[in-house]
């Protein structure tokens, strides 16, 4: 078996439909936003560890070497990269599972594949993966999440932005297959993050990926703390930038490049699609023979 279960569980516990949230280090994650939803979702939810699978068969860890304690010369302990799952709650005391730790370094297909046979026998109902990634959008504007799925069903009943672009995939992308396949509605949702400001965390993206398990996953969390630090987050950019007139000047221009943008996707949103002008087009021609 690759995996283990936590000393509290002697066999899996039987759960009630829990949404799995999956955010795992080594991919895009621009001002680690993504990592920093996760942490906060294992503090709201009370999390601790249901299983950990086995970091031997998937880590490398020369590539993720552990971290030595010394203290006056003493080797105290060894703190070893891991790939956890953990079982925690919502305010309503609804049940999420948290796939968090390290990106596998090998055995992909082996690892989704438990993943899912896990995800099948805990019931879950849906699985969202998190990312962040930069992009030339201004902080000045509310941060846009986009999103990833095999299914067009899933992407279709969703408001976010939908890409066309060939990218290396993470292991979360391969869950997204594998779980689909497994009848177990999965997508990936990734928050836009200012290209400037991907040096320092950036909490308004952080705060969009939260509201976003929130809506899509059928959870509630109080995350208004986080709200707050995005608050002054925002502020301290503004004060920075207002300091120097070059930089407000490209700030300016940033943002009316980015409204033009925006402004044309929405005028193309509303244009109807080839396939739904000809759906339409059927459904009239139906309508005409009945009559």
């Known amino acids: 078996m690759s995996y283990r279960l936590h000393d ?5 516990p039987r759960l009630s439909s829990p ?13 680690s936003a993504a990592h920093a939803a996760m942490n906060r979702l294992v503090k709201e939810t009370g999390a601790t560890n249901l299983l950990s699978f086995d970091a031997d068969e998937y880590l490398d860890f020369r590539a993720r070497r552990p971290t030595m304690e010394l203290r006056e010369g003493i080797n105290t302990r060894l703190d070893w990269p891991s790939i956890d799952l953990l079982l925690g709650r919502d305010i309503n005391d609804k049940e999420i599972l948290l796939l968090v730790g390290h990106e596998p370094d090998s055995r992909w297909s082996h690892f989704a594949a438990t993943v899912a046979e896990l995800a099948v026998q805990l019931r879950v109902r849906k699985m969202i993966g998190l990312g962040a990634y930069p992009f030339a959008t201004p902080h000045t504007r509310a941060v846009n999440l986009s999103c990833t ?28 297959h594998v779980l689909t396949a497994r009848g177990i509605p999965s997508v990936g949702i990734w928050a836009q993050v200012p290209h400037y400001a991907t040096s320092m965390p950036y909490p308004p993206a952080t705060v969009a990926l939260l509201g976003a398990v929130c809506d899509t996953g059928g959870v509630s969390l109080d995350v208004s703390d986080v709200r707050a630090e995005a608050a002054a987050h925002r502020e301290r950019l503004d004060t920075l930038v207002a300091a120097n007139p070059e930089h407000a000047q490209l700030l300016s221009q940033l943002e009316s490049a980015y409204d033009v943008a925006h402004e044309r996707d929405e005028r193309a949103a509303s244009i109807p699609s080839g396939d739904e002008l000809a759906a339409q087009f059927e459904a009239y021609l139906r309508e005409q023979g009945r009559d």
């Not at 509290?8 to 899996?12: G, I, Q």
């Not at 949404?19 to 001002?31: E, K, P, R, T, Y």
């Open 8 to 12: 509290s569980y002697h066999v899996l």
């Open 19 to 31: 949404l799995l949230v999956v955010m795992l280090q080594g991919w895009i994650d621009a001002s």
């Open 149 to 176: 799925s095999p299914s067009s069903d899933t992407i279709a009943s969703l408001p976010y932005v939908r890409s066309s672009v060939d990218v290396p995939a993470g292991i979360e992308a391969v869950l997204e």
